[in-house]
């Protein structure tokens, strides 16, 4: 299972990276916002880590569960707020 998630990142990873130079040459691309989001992914990726063993697996499928649903809500209340 390990090597099948590794896989799947490597993929979505040469993907990402195929798209975003096939669109360097036309899109102008905010540096210092994918600097920041980049440093805030590599630090909850490391702290995320260290937490591995700590929470237990039920209490993170719920609170995973919960930010999915506020993130739902979040973008249906901006879609339905910019297109009214």
Do not use: D
Request: proline fraction near 2%.
């Amino acid at each position: 299972m390990r090597q099948a998630i590794g896989t799947s990142l490597l993929v979505i990873a040469m993907n990402s990276f195929a798209g975003l130079a096939g669109h360097l040459a036309s899109v102008s691309v905010p540096w210092a916002t994918v600097l920041a989001v980049t440093a805030a992914a590599v630090v909850g990726s490391v702290v995320g880590g260290r937490l591995t063993g700590r929470v237990h697996p039920a209490h993170l499928r719920r609170g995973f569960g919960w930010f999915v649903l506020a993130m739902g809500l979040f973008v249906l209340t901006e879609t339905v707020l910019t297109h009214a």
